[in-house]
């Protein structure tokens, strides 16, 4: 391959073409990958939204500020498995790996197909696993990992657009999962979420976030230590 030749991601693949491969496509095709490589993660996830609405809940990745206001009483030394649901196109994956202990491991599950792929196809770190999957089943996905338990999940699911059963059943199983002392976080546009939690958490601490697309609602629901 040229020096200059780089790899391109194929939005629905793990494939990457080399960019003598891309300048071989037929125009329309072309100028599709021009638009979503000038769009970058956000065409990706955007592409997501348009695929399933309900699903994905939002058109814009989570905003920095979100990010860190969540992720600030994670304590990392204590963090060995790391579960996120519904990671899009990886807005938290990289600043939790970057906080991430060395020996830690960062488990997101997404129903979404284009988004498992682009972030197999993009996150490299050898902490990292994508698992396509639904986040009702964290507790087998976790299994079938070599894990009993996990120290904290990360939920960016639309709870207020999921069907009504997904949100209980996904709280429940959220809470028998995490370890004690744990905690379920869960950044959301409205307060729904935070009933779900209140049948199992019984400290929910709360915060809010402005400066957000669209301004968000955030909880941390404590699993009581043994
Ligand atoms: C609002 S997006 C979250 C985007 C990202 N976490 C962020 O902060 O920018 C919601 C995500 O939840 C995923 N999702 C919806 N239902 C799910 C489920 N039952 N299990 C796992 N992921 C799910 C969607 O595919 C989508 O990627």
């Known amino acids: 391959m040229p020096a200059f030749a780089r790899l391109v991601f194929i939005p629905g693949s793990t494939a990457r073409m080399s960019s003598t491969e891309f300048a071989r496509e037929a125009l329309p095709t072309k100028l599709k990958r021009r638009v979503q490589l000038l769009l970058g993660p956000w065409g ?25 206001k969540m992720l600030a009483p994670v304590d990392w030394d204590e963090c060995r498995l790391f579960v996120e649901y519904g990671p899009g196109v990886g807005t ?40 396509l999957g639904s986040a009702a089943d964290v507790e087998a ?9 996990a120290d904290y999940v990360l939920s960016g699911l639309p709870f207020s657009t999921l069907p009504d059963r997904v949100g209980p059943e996904i709280a429940a199983a959220t809470w028998r999962v995490l370890r004690p002392g744990g905690a379920f976080l869960v950044y959301q546009f ?10 199992h958490f019984s400290r929910i601490d709360q915060g809010f976030e402005l400066l957000n697309v669209l301004p968000c609602r955030l909880f941390w629901g404590w699993k009581e230590a043994a």
């Open 44 to 68: 990706v996830f955007f592409e997501g939204f348009l695929q399933h609405p309900v699903m994905v809940g939002s058109i814009i990745p989570s905003s920095r500020f979100t990010i860190q």
């Open 92 to 131: 938290f994956c990289r600043p939790v790996l970057d906080r991430l202990r060395r020996d830690g491991r960062l488990i997101v599950i997404d129903t979404n197909p284009l988004y498992i792929n682009y972030l197999k196809a993009t996150i490299t770190d050898s902490r990292f696993t994508a698992v």
């Open 141 to 149: 996905i976790v299994q079938a990992h070599g894990y009993e338990q």
């Open 190 to 199: 409205s307060a729904r979420a935070r009933d779900f939690m209140a049948r």
